[in-house]
C-alpha cells in the first residue's frame, strides 16, 4: 500500500525525522491564503498522486509571487498524471540547496534482509543514476538480529558526508528511517533528495513509504490512510468475495480455479497468439454465487473481447460451475463470447448443461479452449 508524500512526511516527523514546513491544499485559493501567512517569498507546489515522475510531468512548480502560487495551484490542480487525477497539492517552504543526496531502506527478497540504498547523486533522475552509474549507488545489507546501531550508521553516514556534524545529522536520519519501516512493517521507506542546506542542516524535502499489505490488520492508522486506485478496488472486492483479481493489458478475460492452473491458462494463450486480460482465480469452492460474482467483476474490464473460463473439477464440481454460469448470465447482459473448458469430477454434466445453452462454446480440452478464445478475439478484431 502506498501513502501520499504528505502522508509519508508525517510519519516522518513522528520519527524525528527533519521536513521542511509544508501545508495540504486543495483548491488554489486555500494556496494563495497559505502563502499570504506563511509571508515566505518563495514556495514549492507539488501534486499529490501515488505515483512517481511528477516533476516531469509538470507537477512540481516554484512559486515566487501570489499570482504565481494562484496559477500554478490552478494548473496543478486540472493535471492528470499516469491517469491519476490531481485532487491536492502540497505547498512546501522553498529550501536553498546545497546539495541533493538519495538515502531510502527496502527489502530484498533474494537476501531475506532490509538493504539500505544511499547515494550522492540524489534528484528526479536517481532512476538513471541506478541505470547507467550503479556505481554510485552504496547498498549494505541489515542483519535483522542487529538493525542499524549508532556505531553502524556513523559509519555508513561517513559513506555521504566528511564534516563531524553532517555525519551525526545523517546518523540520527539513518536510525530514524530504520525505525520507521521496521515499526510500521513497510516495504520501503524512501528520501529524494535529502537535502543539505547552506547552513549544513539536513531535511527530508520528498517522503516515500510503501506498505506491506499483510501486515494492515496491524496498522489500522496505516491503514485508514488506503485511497486505492481503480484497479486497487477491483482487487479488494475480489478479495473480500473470496478470490484472486490481477488486471493485466490484453482482451481476453480468464477465469479459473487455482493460481497454477491460471498461469497455465496464461501461458497458453500467449502461446498462440493472444494477450490475457487478467488473472482471476476463484479458488476450490463450488459455490455458484462465486461464481456469479467473479463473472460481474471480470466483464468490468471493457477491454475483454472474450471470456476464457478453464475449470479444473477437482474440490469444484463442474456441474456447479455449469449452473452458475447459466444463472450469471441470466443477470449479465452481455454479447461477449464465453469459452468454456471443463475438465474433472461431474464434467459431462456440467458440459452438457452449457451444450443446452447457445450462450457458451464448450470445449473438452485446454488447447482446444484456448484456440477458440484467441480465434473470438481475431474474429472480432479483424
Same mark, same amino acid.
Given at each position: 500500500?502506498?501513502?501520499?508524500?504528505?502522508?509519508?512526511k508525517?510519519?516522518?516527523?513522528?520519527?524525528?525525522?527533519?521536513?521542511?514546513?509544508h501545508?495540504?491544499?486543495?483548491?488554489?485559493?486555500?494556496a494563495v491564503?497559505?502563502y499570504?501567512?506563511? *509571508?515566505?517569498?518563495?514556495?514549492?507546489?507539488k501534486?499529490q $498522486?501515488l505515483?512517481?515522475?511528477?516533476?516531469k510531468?509538470?507537477?512540481?512548480?516554484?512559486?515566487k509571487?501570489?499570482?504565481?502560487?494562484r496559477?500554478?495551484?490552478?494548473?496543478i490542480?486540472?493535471?492528470t498524471?499516469k491517469d491519476l487525477?490531481?485532487?491536492?497539492?502540497?505547498?512546501?517552504e522553498? @529550501?536553498?540547496i546545497?546539495?541533493?543526496y538519495?538515502?531510502?531502506?527496502?527489502?530484498?527478497?533474494?537476501?531475506?534482509s532490509?538493504?539500505?540504498?544511499?547515494?550522492?547523486?540524489?534528484?528526479?533522475?536517481i532512476e538513471? $543514476?541506478?541505470?547507467?552509474?550503479p556505481e554510485?549507488i552504496?547498498?549494505y545489507h541489515i542483519?535483522?538480529?542487529i *538493525? $542499524?546501531p549508532k556505531?553502524?550508521?556513523q559509519?555508513?553516514?561517513?559513506n555521504?558526508?566528511?564534516?563531524?556534524?553532517?555525519?551525526?545529522r545523517m &546518523?540520527?536520519?539513518?536510525?530514524n528511517?530504520y %525505525?520507521a519501516?521496521?515499526d510500521n512493517?513497510?516495504?520501503l521507506?524512501?528520501?529524494?533528495?535529502l537535502?543539505l542546506?547552506?547552513? *549544513?542542516t539536513?531535511l527530508?524535502i520528498?517522503?516515500?513509504m510503501?506498505?506491506?499489505?499483510?501486515s494492515?490488520?496491524? %496498522?489500522?492508522?496505516?491503514?485508514?490512510?488506503?485511497?486505492p &486506485?481503480?484497479?486497487?478496488?477491483?482487487?479488494?472486492?475480489?478479495?473480500d468475495g473470496?478470490?484472486s483479481?490481477?488486471?493485466?493489458?490484453?482482451?481476453?478475460?480468464?477465469m @479459473?480455479?487455482?493460481?497454477?492452473?491460471?498461469m497455465? &491458462?496464461?501461458?497458453?494463450?500467449?502461446?498462440y497468439g493472444g494477450s490475457p486480460?487478467?488473472?482471476?482465480?476463484i479458488?476450490?469452492?463450488?459455490?455458484?454465487?462465486?461464481?456469479i460474482?467473479?463473472?460481474?467483476?471480470?466483464?468490468q474490464d471493457?477491454k475483454?473481447?472474450t471470456?476464457?473460463i478453464n475449470i479444473f473439477?477437482?474440490?469444484?464440481?463442474?456441474d456447479d $460451475?455449469?449452473?452458475?454460469?447459466m444463472?450469471?448470465?441470466?443477470?449479465l447482459?452481455?454479447d461477449?463470447p464465453v469459452i468454456?473448458?471443463l &475438465?474433472g469430477?461431474?464434467?459431462n454434466? *456440467?458440459r452438457?448443461?452449457?451444450? %443446452?445453452s447457445?450462450?457458451? %462454446?464448450?470445449?473438452?480440452?485446454?488447447?482446444?479452449?484456448?484456440?477458440l478464445?484467441?480465434k473470438?478475439?481475431?474474429?472480432e478484431?479483424?
Amino acid at each position: 500500500m502506498k501513502v501520499h508524500e504528505y502522508q509519508a512526511k508525517s510519519i516522518f516527523s513522528q520519527y524525528d525525522i527533519p521536513v521542511e514546513r509544508h501545508i495540504l491544499c486543495s483548491t488554489a485559493d486555500e494556496a494563495v491564503e497559505a502563502y499570504r501567512q506563511w *509571508g515566505a517569498a518563495h514556495i514549492v507546489i507539488k501534486a499529490q $498522486v501515488l505515483t512517481g515522475g511528477r516533476g516531469k510531468a509538470g507537477g512540481i512548480k516554484l512559486a515566487k509571487s501570489e499570482e504565481a502560487v494562484r496559477l500554478y495551484a490552478e494548473d496543478i490542480l486540472n493535471m492528470t498524471i499516469k491517469d491519476l487525477p490531481v485532487t491536492r497539492i502540497l505547498l512546501s517552504e522553498a @529550501v536553498d540547496i546545497v546539495a541533493e543526496y538519495y538515502v531510502s531502506f527496502t527489502i530484498d527478497r533474494n537476501t531475506r534482509s532490509v538493504v539500505l540504498m544511499m547515494s550522492e547523486a540524489g534528484g528526479i533522475d536517481i532512476e538513471e $543514476v541506478a541505470r547507467k552509474t550503479p556505481e554510485k549507488i552504496i547498498r549494505y545489507h541489515i542483519d535483522p538480529l542487529i *538493525g $542499524v546501531p549508532k556505531y553502524l550508521a556513523q559509519r555508513l553516514a561517513y559513506n555521504l558526508f566528511d564534516q563531524a556534524a553532517q555525519a551525526e545529522r545523517m &546518523t540520527s536520519i539513518l536510525q530514524n528511517l530504520y %525505525h520507521a519501516l521496521i515499526d510500521n512493517d513497510a516495504s520501503l521507506v524512501e528520501i529524494n533528495p535529502l537535502a543539505l542546506k547552506k547552513d *549544513g542542516t539536513l531535511l527530508a524535502i520528498d517522503a516515500k513509504m510503501v506498505f506491506d499489505d499483510n501486515s494492515l490488520y496491524r %496498522h489500522p492508522d496505516i491503514r485508514a490512510l488506503f485511497e486505492p &486506485t481503480p484497479e486497487e478496488q477491483l482487487e479488494a472486492i475480489a478479495k473480500d468475495g473470496g478470490f484472486s483479481y490481477v488486471r493485466m493489458e490484453g482482451n481476453i478475460g480468464c477465469m @479459473v480455479n487455482g493460481a497454477g492452473l491460471a498461469m497455465a &491458462t496464461m501461458d497458453m494463450i500467449k502461446l498462440y497468439g493472444g494477450s490475457p486480460a487478467n488473472f482471476l482465480d476463484i479458488g476450490g469452492s463450488s459455490n455458484p454465487v462465486k461464481v456469479i460474482e467473479a463473472m460481474k467483476l471480470l466483464l468490468q474490464d471493457k477491454k475483454v473481447k472474450t471470456v476464457f473460463i478453464n475449470i479444473f473439477g477437482g474440490i469444484t464440481r463442474c456441474d456447479d $460451475v455449469a449452473l452458475g454460469l447459466m444463472r450469471a448470465f441470466e443477470q449479465l447482459q452481455t454479447d461477449i463470447p464465453v469459452i468454456v473448458r471443463l &475438465t474433472g469430477t461431474n464434467e459431462n454434466i *456440467g458440459r452438457e448443461l452449457l451444450k %443446452h445453452s447457445a450462450r457458451f %462454446h464448450v470445449a473438452e480440452t485446454m488447447n482446444e479452449a484456448t484456440l477458440l478464445a484467441v480465434k473470438s478475439v481475431k474474429g472480432e478484431t479483424e
